[in-house]
T-cell receptor, first 113, second 115 residues
Framework: DADVTQTPRNRITKTGKRIMLECSQT?????MYWYRQDPGLGLRLIYY???????NKGEISDGYSVSRQAQAKFSLSLESAIPNQTALYFC????????????FGDGTRLSIL | AQKITQTQPGMFVQEKEAVTLDCTYD???????LFWYKQPSSGEMIFLIY??????QNATEGRYSLNFQKARKSANLVISASQLGDSAMYFC????????????FGPGTRLSVLP
């Protein structure tokens, strides 16, 4: 089983719809992150969380919200989806140690028509 | 590092040859780490190799090694004996102090290995 699991893997939806992307992890990490990837721009941070009571905005949080339901679960919501939110979305976890990588889920391909 | 630059949008290499993918970074922090990830066409992000700013030796992991030049602020990835399965996007990344030590990523380099 994957250490970081994202659902769904793919989603096509219409403008104005509410969408939730879910992430769960078995790494035991406190830190969780949501990124989006657009061609030519690398990954950009949307939100991050250090524990269930700690939620913080990232570089591009407008139009998104998150929920940390448990140490292992971190969900990303698009309240009213728009076409320029079409992207590949990644959840990641981290131990926070300087020499440790972030661990990524397999990504969710989201298309908004 | 606060900013990561990868100047090669695309690279080609012949199978079994070595290839170097460039990464430069901008930071004023005395202590930092640099990470390389591989993203195949299936989309997942795979961690390859890490270099710490205080490491005395260049990092190596199998066919991957880093050419770390601290004074030049560069951490280039070297892939030896390229294989067809190495065709992918490659990202250089580093933790940043702004958002909970999130990783700042470069724009990536697309590597194509030719048979």
């Amino acid at each position: 089983d994957a250490d970081v699991t994202q659902t769904p893997r793919n989603r096509i939806t219409k403008t104005g719809k509410r969408i939730m992307l879910e992430c769960s992890q078995t790494k035991g990490h406190d830190r969780m992150y949501w990124y989006r990837q657009d061609p030519g721009l690398g990954l950009r941070l949307i939100y991050y969380s250090f524990d269930v009571k700690d939620i913080n905005k990232g570089e591009i949080s407008d139009g998104y919200s998150v929920s940390r339901q448990a140490q292992a679960k971190f969900s990303l919501s698009l309240e009213s989806a728009i076409p320029n939110q079409t992207a590949l979305y990644f959840c990641a976890t981290s131990s926070g140690r300087d020499n440790q990588p972030q661990h990524f889920g397999d990504g969710t391909r989201l298309s908004i028509l | 590092a606060q900013k990561i630059t990868q100047t090669q949008p695309g690279m080609f290499v012949q199978e079994k040859e070595a290839v170097t993918l460039d990464c430069t970074y901008d930071t004023s922090d005395p202590s930092y780490g640099l990470f390389w990830y591989k993203q195949p066409s299936s989309g997942e992000m795979i961690f390859l190799i890490y270099q710490g700013s205080y490491d005395q030796q260049n990092a190596t992991e199998g066919r991957y090694s880093l050419n770390f030049q601290k004074a030049r602020k560069s951490a280039n990835l070297v892939i030896s004996a390229s294989q067809l399965g190495d065709s992918a996007m490659y990202f250089c990344a580093s933790p940043a102090p702004y958002y909970g030590q999130n990783f700042v990523f470069g724009p990536g380099t697309r590597l194509s290995v030719l048979p």
